[in-house]
């Protein structure tokens, strides 16, 4: 089975805090990707990796950054967290070309 | 670029009933479709797919979809449902060729009652 790992299922952060969320996958999958999910507003796409290194912004990526250092972690940062980046935020992956993507369990996080 | 739409946000069954969620997508050519599960608080499973061939197709937990060209539709059926099927339900769409970063819809919250 695919194995989509999110470090953290709950997180608590202070605003101004610079947050980590760490999804490894062990599928060798080309393609992570890492979406913001909220309530009405279904998945939005935050950023997109398709290699090492390589990385696209989605619809959404003001106030994050990623890093793909190896194939099977993709990092999603929050350089200085906000109240409005409260969220479920689910990581991804999938083979290159057009493929079924799998998801992790998902990181709920809090910004006070 | 593609885009999908889900013109339901929230859908109450009685447990037992058939059970259909509507699912239109925008795509100059036919598309990847996908219907994609989220339990509470947890990720989302994938329920089935369409690449191509058959238009209807078969998934998990005895959900089925039919692939309407005509309609643009790709909407997700079960003949009867179970109060463990309370959950969200995405709808995604992928373009053929390239890399491939799935759209979703927005989601359709599915109440069982007993």
């Known amino acids: 089975d695919v194995k989509v790992t999110q470090s953290s299922r709950y997180l608590v952060k202070r605003t101004g805090e610079k947050v980590f969320l760490e999804c490894v996958q062990d599928m060798d999958h080309e393609n992570m990707f890492w979406y913001r999910q909220d309530p009405g507003l279904g998945l939005r796409l935050i950023y997109f990796?398709?290699?090492?290194?390589?990385?696209e912004k989605g619809d959404i990526p003001e106030g994050y950054s990623v890093s793909r250092e190896k194939k099977e972690r993709f990092s999603l940062i929050l350089e200085s967290a906000s109240t409005n980046q409260t969220s479920m935020y689910l990581c991804a992956s999938s083979f290159a070309g057009n493929t079924e993507a799998f998801f992790g369990q998902g990181t709920r996080l809090t910004v006070v | 670029a593609q885009s999908v739409t889900q013109p339901d946000i929230h859908i109450t069954v009685s447990e037992g009933a058939s059970l259909e969620l509507r699912c239109n997508y925008s795509?100059?050519?036919?598309?990847?479709l996908f219907w994609y599960v989220q339990s509470p608080g947890q990720g989302l499973q994938l329920l089935l797919k369409y690449f191509s061939g058959d238009t209807l197709v078969q998934g998990i937990k005895g959900f089925e979809a039919e692939f309407k060209r005509s309609q643009s539709s790709f909407n997700l059926r079960k003949p009867s449902v179970h109060w463990s099927d309370a959950a969200e339900y995405f709808c995604a769409v992928g373009a053929p060729g390239g890399s491939y970063i799935p759209t979703f819809g927005r989601g359709t919250s599915l109440i069982v009652h007993p």
């Open positions: 795509y100059g050519a036919t598309p990847y």
């Open positions: 990796s398709y290699d090492v290194k390589m990385k």
